[in-house]
């Protein structure tokens, strides 16, 4: 006897792709296009040129609101949420008592409340957390049912928004701000998960429809399905959680210091507090004992997820394991992530990974594969 299969849940924006001709996967418990028309090479490579629309709204949207709202979150995240200031936005991650991390995700500051962006996967959990930990302080967590979230992405992005609504042009990367666009109150960041240059759109559900249409109805703009969108990431060096990340690895193990700020680390105003704290302050001052690395593979074939590396050709020691791999259509070859043993994770080391019973050379690269284009 077989369980039957789970129904999957759409966004509003589920008619739109299948008339667009979108193939549909499932996708985080959503039915999600994986590409369109165009097909996931063109498509990467037209949001590398001009901008590319991605619906993101099986994302999570979450609003924390109550008194000393900041400084509650920081009990959750190795963050600096305290000191960001009203009309910007942070990345963090909620890490569990062992350090690892249990999801990543963005924080924004909107004044009388923080705004927050979390997995699709994680979104229910993420919830459970906070309300457990927060509302005996008077914190509301709120889930949010009735907005979209959209993302526009790729160096034209700002011509296209700025013709909606020229304030576009003033934000800078992470400035959050309510703007008008296509008729609607939207919530804008600029940000995203590309590489790119670009912006996520919150939406009103009702308003939803017709703001994709109109920014589909720029010749500049095309959909764009989960297929370009990882490899874009992919490209850009950024972590997709549940392959990269997970409750197992530590922020440090993933290159992620960059986001805890001085203030959370030893010596700092409010260090650790924070799930984990311990052998993530610890692994800061004596360094992990793995590595997130770049590796670029020679030859044609892609290292994929769940590719084993050694130190050798033939036996040698195992030191590490792919996480994230494919093509990379912006450097016309295979490109990977993945952790390797802190001794080898230094650029140019020569490893191995095993494909298809055979050894093949990778090198350790510098992340990202392609530079940032965002908007400082």
Known sequence: MTDEPTELATTVLNELHHALGAKMVGFAGYEMPVQYKLGVLKEHLHCRAQAGLFDVSHM???????PNVAEALERLVPVDVAGLAEGRQR???????????EDDLMIA????????????????????????????DGITVKLL???????????ASEDVLAEHCPDIREMKFMDVATLPIAGAECWVSRSGYTGEDG???????????????????????????????DSLRLEGGLCLYGQDLDSDTSPVEAGLTWAIQKVRRK?????????????????????PSRRRVGLRPDGRAPLRA?????????????????????????????????????????????????????????????????PAGFKR
């Open 109 to 136: 500051n909107r004044g009388d409340h923080l705004f927050l962006v979390v997995n699709a996967a994680c979104k229910h959990a993420d919830v459970d957390r906070m309300r457990t930990a927060l509302e005996p």
């Open 60 to 66: 999570g949207q979450v609003i924390l609101r109550g």
């Open 199 to 229: 912006f996520e759109i919150s939406v009103p559900n009702a308003a939803a429809l017709d703001l994709a249409k109109s920014l589909l109805a720029d010749e500049r703009v095309e959909a764009i399905g989960l297929g370009a969108r």
């Open 267 to 287: 010596d700092g105003a409010r260090a650790g507090g924070f799930p984990g704290d311990a052998r993530i302050l610890s692994e800061l001052a004596e360094g």
């Open 306 to 370: 769940g590719v084993t590396l050694f130190d050798a050709e033939d036996g040698g020691a195992e030191i590490g394991i792919v996480t994230s791999g494919g093509f990379g259509p912006t450097v016309e070859g295979p490109v990977s992530m993945g952790y390797v043993a802190s001794a080898q994770a230094a650029e140019g080391t020569t490893l191995w990974g095993e494909l298809r019973g055979k050894r093949v050379p990778v090198r350790v690269a510098s992340l990202p594969f392609v």
């Open 91 to 101: 990345y963090a991650f909620f890490t569990n008592d062992t350090g690892g991390i």
């Open 145 to 155: 049912e009735n907005r979209a979230l959209v993302a526009l992405q790729g160096p």
